[in-house]
């Protein structure tokens, strides 16, 4: 807590400043940036137009986060947005010490916006595998409208950032596209 005096005497109490670092410097390790290449065009309007056309084929790259959420024998296993990883012909995914490697979706729900994608231990490097851990995965059902919430992301594809807030709300209904989720 902190108790501010501005120098026009007015005065503010009660100000609080959250440091969140820590919690960040603890949360990182398990989260990773993905970045997206997806076909979405061959030649001037598809392969071959009239006989016009490169047939030359144009990608279109996004990108988004993910939580490595467990490993097994074989594999690490990342939580991230189906629509990040939709329709994708190849996935990258970079850890908190840069290294990239190659992925693959595992299983996805386009109804919940939610897919789960693997990477094969033996292209991680003891580097990588040092320097990343499994999230901790909290209870949804204890969560409160009022916590406050920090936000870790590749926001637009720059790298990692970090963001905080609070729950404006619970159990609501949101509707996309025609399809539904609470």
């Known amino acids: 807590k902190l108790n501010y005096t501005q120098t026009s005497d007015t005065k503010i109490e009660g100000v609080y400043i959250t440091d969140v670092s820590e919690v960040v410097e603890n949360v990182m390790p398990s989260i990773v940036a993905i970045t997206s290449k997806t076909l979405i065009s061959s030649g001037m309007f598809g392969p071959n137009f009239f006989g016009y056309g490169s047939n030359k084929e144009q990608y279109s790259e996004g990108a988004g986060s993910g939580i490595i959420i467990s490993k097994t024998d074989t594999e690490l296993l990342i939580l991230t947005n189906n629509h990040v990883v939709a329709g ?65 992301g590749n926001a637009l594809g720059y790298g990692q950032s970090v963001t905080t807030g609070v729950v404006s709300a619970l159990n609501r209904e949101v509707t996309i596209d025609n399809i539904t989720t609470k």
């Open 88 to 152: 994708t012909s190849e996935l990258t995914v970079k850890f908190i010490n840069d290294k990239s490697v190659d992925a693959t979706i595992k299983g996805a729900s386009e109804r919940k916006d939610v897919a789960v994608i693997s990477i094969k231990l033996s292209s991680l490097d003891k580097d990588t595998i040092d320097s990343i851990k499994l999230a901790t995965i909290g209870k949804s059902n204890e969560l409160k409208v009022g916590n406050g919430v920090i936000a870790i």
